[in-house]
């Protein structure tokens, strides 16, 4: 694996699925594969469960681990090539991730879209350079659209439930703000990556990315798709369509009790951070797994690590 940034990078999903479960059982087993390794995490956007985790992770494999806000604690950093940088962007990425990758033996960047030009989004404008000069592996702690540690963590989470073929839906749920579809794209990519039955329910206008939607079914009335269920995974996202538009009057896609009660006694799932009662209810959030979910990052961090240090022997 050259980086981590899509489950197209993953050589065998289903084993790296596998070997997370492998470390949630015995974390310390390889605690020294990561001696005299240093991993680095910079973030250009707020974080607990990847932050804490992927630290977390990497302590489990005896690795040290430097952790930098960029915009807060370095400088602020110019994205364009051929820029004269009279404003207040004082240094370029260019030198910016060649130097850290020289601090590091692995290199994870969280980095959300703009919301404004999908194009550039959907490039991922920072993460390919962070790619670009980079002179060891990336990881994406979540990029513009994809955040794949949080797929890893989730489909570990569905395998536990040890369920044969579950019926799992994807379901849009409002929000305040425009919101990345980084989390839903890529919990679809590794749906089908893992062969699983997966139905994506959101109002008209919602959907995701053709790319994504692609072999997926959609069902745009909620209660119908969440009828049978095992598995809802609410997420809010704002449109890809009329790109980083946000819905009007769509509270009613809330997950209540009396949707759930449509289900077959389905678990919930969500990413966290979550909004209660907007998102979904507090008896429906109060009884799920999304704890066990975010406990599941850890490994999750753990065995993609694990991955890139066995490589690196
Ligand atoms: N890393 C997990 C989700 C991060 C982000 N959520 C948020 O920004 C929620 C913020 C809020 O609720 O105001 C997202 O949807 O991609
Ligand atoms: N689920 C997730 O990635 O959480 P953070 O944004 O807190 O890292």
Redesign the pocket.
Same mark, same amino acid.
């Given at each position: 694996m050259k980086n981590f940034t899509s489950v197209t990078d993953v050589e065998d999903p289903i084993a790296l699925i596998k070997k997370a479960a492998l470390c949630k059982k015995s974390p310390f087993e390889n605690d020294h594969l990561g001696k005299h390794k240093t991993l680095g995490l910079i973030f250009f956007n707020p974080?607990l @469960?990847?932050r804490l985790s992927t630290q977390r992770a990497a302590y489990n494999l005896g690795m040290n681990v430097i952790v930098m806000n960029i915009d807060k604690d370095s400088w602020k950093l110019e994205f364009e090539d051929g820029q004269i940088m009279n404003s207040d962007k004082a240094e370029h990425v260019k030198e910016a991730v060649a130097v850290m990758s020289q601090y590091c033996d692995l290199l994870g960047v969280r980095t959300?879209p703009g919301l404004v030009n999908r194009d550039e989004d959907y490039s991922e404008f920072i993460l390919n350079q962070f790619i670009k000069y980079s002179s060891v592996p990336i990881i994406s702690l979540?990029s513009a659209t994809l955040?794949p540690l949080?797929s890893l963590a989730d489909m570990l989470t569905i395998d536990e439930l040890k369920i044969v073929k579950p019926k799992i839906v994807l379901t849009w749920a409002p929000?305040i703000?425009a /919101?990345?579809q980084?989390?839903s794209n890529s919990f679809v990519e590794w749906c089908k990556a893992s062969q699983a039955d997966i139905t994506v329910t959101c109002p008209e206008g919602f959907e995701l990315s053709p790319e994504f939607m692609e072999g997926v079914k959609l069902e745009h009335n909620q209660k119908e798709a969440f009828k049978g269920a095992d598995i809802i995974y609410a997420?809010?996202?704002s449109s890809f369509n009329d790109y980083g538009k946000i819905g009007q009057n769509l509270d009613h896609w809330i997950v209540d009790q009396e949707k759930m009660n449509l289900t077959n006694q389905a678990k919930f799932m969500h990413? /966290?951070?979550v @909004?209660r009662n907007l998102v979904v209810s507090d008896e429906v959030l109060d009884s799920s797994i999304v704890i066990e979910e975010a406990n599941n990052r850890t490994y999750a961090a753990q065995a993609v690590l694990q991955e890139f240090l066995t490589s690196m022997k």
């Open positions: 974080s @469960r990847t959300f979540e955040h949080q929000h703000r /919101l990345p980084a989390v997420k809010n996202w990413c /966290l951070p @909004r």
